[in-house]
């Protein structure tokens, strides 16, 4: 029977599915492979033909896969929108407090403001950049680089917000 796996941000995982996650991260065949390259390791030590043995599990090139796993189940679980619900939109809406008022008694709302937010930096924009940055820590992890930066410009997202705003703005003083 499947259940429910609570993962952060409210996603939530099947068993099922992540079961079979690493699976196909570390399918049956590559775990027979690494027992069977330690059975050989080791006898080759207990027999005398070596002095020393040694175990080596190399993850490195499981990276790729874990990395398109971990896509997949982040689409599958439309984790891009609860990252916006729970992330993007209370972070914009602190920042806001209650709207903007500006003159002549015209203000922007907050539903305004993140309405125009979802128009230029949509959920499946959210999810780009989410998997961009999966990408780049790959080779970190895989122990190919040193180090990994990621850098999310938002510079045309505001300024197309500012313009989706700013026509806002302008119809509410026309009327």
Do not use: H
Not at 1 to 23: F, M, N, W, Y
Not at 65 to 81: C, Q
Not at 104 to 128: N, Y
């Amino acid at each position: 029977k499947a259940v429910q796996v609570d993962l952060p941000l409210g996603i939530e995982a099947s068993t099922d599915r992540l079961v079979q996650a690493a699976r196909n991260i570390v399918p049956p065949e590559w775990i027979q492979q690494l027992v069977e390259d330690t059975l050989d390791e080791i006898t080759a030590y207990m027999i005398g033909e070596s002095d020393t043995f040694e175990v080596g599990i190399r993850l490195s090139d499981r990276i790729e896969v874990a990395t398109r796993e971990i896509k997949s189940i982040l689409e599958e679980m439309d984790a891009a929108e609860l990252l916006y619900v729970q992330v993007v939109e209370p972070t914009v809406l602190d920042s806001l407090g209650q709207g903007v008022d500006l003159t002549f008694g015209v203000s922007v709302t907050d539903s305004e403001v993140l309405g125009a937010l979802r128009e230029v930096a949509p959920p499946a924009w959210v999810q780009e950049q989410v998997e961009l940055v999966i990408d780049e820590a790959g080779p970190y992890l895989a122990g190919k680089t040193d180090s990994f930066s990621m850098e999310v410009s938002l510079v045309e997202n505001k300024r197309l917000a500012g313009s989706i705003i700013e026509g806002m703005v302008r119809e509410k003083l026309t009327t």
